[in-house]
């Protein structure tokens, strides 16, 4: 949408048009919007390397246009009240043909159809607003920004807060693991924590194993540091296949093993504890180090907390990835890693990827699990959470085809549904967005596009609105099937 | 230093006695501290898959040995009057051989020097938190965090904070730049910017040419990623020889150029505006990218804020890269970039490293910036940042032996110094940590040994205590030479 009614000036056109077409680019494309100050007059000549004249010229040409103001004794603004019968925007361009989507495209839509409130939120695993302790962390934060400068503002340099690494460390004895804080290295979320992971195993070229389907975000961070994903067979309630996995590193080069022993995304599997065991043993056979993901481990639906193959690790093979993303804080970016014995080298690439991880975010929820309340506040939203999936779950019984089968998770908030073999499901997620749905298509779980005909659902955002959204959904699968 | 009498117990101790060492052990490493609560008998019974009766008596053992106490009706804690007649810590074990300590290991002591409040810091290029608003920010940051709930705990996908983004894009004008919001990537600080950059445009193996010296941080990310560095001649006050990168780009398989064109640190050069101009023309004839680091454009020293080589961008090949790490927000880990036409790639490359930016600290720093104090607060430390500098100079003169030279850097807060040949710049490093100095060693700033007898100094903490501790710094040099 063009602001001015004068066509784009050309290399001929004067210097002060060229000068007054350069500052309406600037508002047309939001850098100054209205009401905001513009450069003064003396700043853009200098900046520009024209003289005063030329500015005030151009100033002039665009308060003619009705763009800007002059207000006295202060400088030029945009104008507030922006000139009437601008031209309508132009036609939308239609959409591409679905083949000719990226993977990395689609992504990035999914993730933005979960900036929009208007759509039924059924798409990436954030956890509901409403079940995170914001107001809480918050009010933390805002006591600590108040109280601890300047601290508050300085590097804490890897491997991070300490006081935030004790209470990680105490917390994992739940999980059956003896950590001290210095086996801890902080992170900016758990993505981060499985990236700095993988470059110290592997490089361009190498070959992981890995659970199938597996977390898009995990997928295209390997694609994008150039490793091979080996795709390993996983059962939906008890996680990869063993068999399978002894097969892969017998056969093929594999330099590492990633996998999310309790409740992967978006399958929900949960390994038992003798087979994360065995896991680790087979691993520790060929010195071969195991990424654990365990993002998601505080969020069992009853019975006690499930450990992690960390408590099995004899040689330091064992590199625990976690964050505090899934039950309290996404927006903090707060995560951590226990690499074992490549400590060392995860703190060094820590240090080489981003210095460190903001020191505010880290002082708040070691404030917070300081506080003592993060217990009662897990055993409220695992029940809410095991509600809210046993919920979709039955509504999705109750309205997709009866061809559909869907995971039974122990744990987390996502559910896996394969759908009828001739629903495409970019196709559906197309639909569904024009019927103000949004949902991640199962294309993104696999390196190999495996997964044309399933869906993931995040539970997490379950009301009865969402369940007219699942009948809807139901409707638009039949009309596809 | 080991907390218990008695030897570490074998495998073939009795169960109990193993669980009290472990116990013990979290206690020793940090885990469980004085005062803090340890896990509750049932708690450890289910997760050690041990009786209850065993870990009763591993407790009574330790409240024998005098660590931990019952408190009724509560539970077992560390006792907070730990027992006498501890052994002594062992003798520190000596420092090994220069030539043993890796590049890596020296980067991180220089770093965790920065941390010890009990030396003179003259060692990593941190701005004086003194001279950073962290009062008003930390004040900006807590009335966000009390009212902006829940958006401030959810995430913010890249490009990132779009209140953010119309900012950066505001200032741009400043240095020469037309950008829009929508051009703009939130990154956390300037060197995830420029790993984001570097991954987008080569891979391992791959060319890159740089200034020489290179700011350490930046060769550790290159080395990090297996990319070389193509070290080109430098000049103290104009920055890159164009010849010698025309020479570089003509005969080797760079595959971009990646430059700090204002203010190099450790070199403090800027490079005239017809050379940036030069620059990106030689550059854009070979398409070329330029990764263009301006981390301290903000912080000339005098006359006027310089321009970017991204202003004389024609072809979308200037990935310009910058943060508030040095003027504002250090420990807010906040950074930037408009990354031209490979916007997609760099925006997509950040969703895959940590998923997006902490919110709040984003969303602090938009406020800070919509406030309007920002322009004043940079006219007093730029002033203050030119003096601390010339004092600098001035001591150096007057106490280091008379062959030294130093830059003379035109903005910044660093110097960069030749010292005599015969000083070893580790060996120095050493001295000085013993008489309370931190500095970086030359080593660090090439990827080929360059600068063996150079050492960087930060003049940010300057005061009448800097100039004797460079006084006594000298007197150890002249001890060395």
Redesign the interface.
Known sequence: MSLRAASPSGRGAPLYERVAE?IA??VE?????PG?RI?SVR??S???RVSVTTVLQAYYLLEDQGLIEARPQSGYYVRTQLPSGLPEPEISSPEPDPSQVSI?EL??MV??D??NPNLAQFGTA?PN??L?P??K???I???L??H???R???????PGCEALR?QI??R?????C??????IVI???C??AI?LCL?AVC??GDTVAIESPMYF?IL??M??L?VQALEIPTHPREGISLEALRFAVEHTPVKACLVVPNFNNPLGSCMPDEKKKELVELLARYDLPLIENDISGELYHSG?RP?VSKAYDRKGLVMLCSSFSKEI??????GWVAPGRLK?TV???K???????????QLAIAGFLESGGYDHHLRHIRRVYARYVAQMSLAIMRHFPKETRITRPTGGFVLWVQLPEKVDSLVLYRQALKAGITLTPGYIFSATNQYRNFIRLNAAFWSAEAERAIERLGEIIKEIA
Chains 1, 2 share one sequence.
């Open positions: 350069n680019h600037l494309t939001g850098t100054f919007r905001d450069p700043q853009l200098q900046q520009k990395h992504t990035m993730l933005r979960a900036e954030v607003p409403e995170v914001t107001r962390l918050n009010s934060m805002a006591s920004a108040r601890n400068e300047p508050s503002n300085q590097y804490v340099f890897p004790v460390a105490q994992a004895v739940n999980a059956g003896s950590l001290s804080p210095n086996d992170t900016s979320g993505i981060e990236d470059r490089h361009r975000g295209q961070l694609e994008s150039g006690k450990i804080a996404p927006g903090y970016r707060v060392p703190e060094w690439l240090f080489t990827a981003n210095i460190a991880t903001a020191t505010l975010p």
